[in-house]
């Protein structure tokens, strides 16, 4: 099943984990164009069509204008670590036999108000725990990667994360 079929309905599908056991994003009509976004390679945040004003996580009505007029605009990907914090157990399988690891919340460069909550990693293949939290820094420069996942009915998903740029 492809994405735009999973939401062209208009109701929440996909809900089920990654083969791994990862929680996945429940893909639905109001956030279809982002999940698109991702598996083509491509970080898109949603723009109002009335003010222009950017926001995420997408949602129905611009807060500064209040108009439900609303497209999206694709970004470079390039943004500014502006905070992280370690998990410890306990913890959802699978993730508590992966930790310690890092989350971090990122401002994109061109926009600091959009903020995203991903993980620091090497690279697309890379794993929650690969990074030592002890050398992550407020202020680093990061870059959007898009690794892949497959639900187990063969849907498949590009999250987010983040490389040091
Ligand atoms: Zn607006």
């Known amino acids: 099943m492809s994405n735009a079929a999973a939401f062209s309905g208009g109701y929440v599908a996909n809900l089920g984990p990654s083969e791994e056991g990862y929680l996945m994003p429940a893909v639905d009509e109001e956030g279809g164009f982002f999940w698109e976004g991702t598996l083509a390679g491509e970080l898109r945040i949603q723009a109002c069509n009335s003010c222009g004003k950017l926001r995420h996580p997408p949602r129905p009505m611009c807060p500064s204008c209040r108009s439900t007029d609303r497209g999206w605009k694709q970004v470079t990907g390039k943004g500014t670590i502006w905070s992280f914090v370690v998990p410890h ?6 993730y508590s036999s992966l930790a310690p690891y890092n989350v971090i919340v990122v401002t994109l460069d ?3 108000t959009i903020r995203f909550v991903g993980n620091l990693v090497s690279g697309p293949e890379g794993e929650l725990n690969e990074i030592d939290p002890n050398s992550i820094r407020i202020g680093e420069p990061v870059e959007v990667v898009f690794k892949r996942f497959r639900r187990a ?3 498949e998903e590009a999250l987010p994360f983040w490389v040091r740029a």
Request: aromatic share 0%; hydrophobic share 15%; no cysteine.
């Open 89 to 94: 157990p306990p913890l959802l399988e699978p």
């Open 110 to 112: 061109e926009h600091p």
């Open 153 to 155: 009915d063969g849907s």
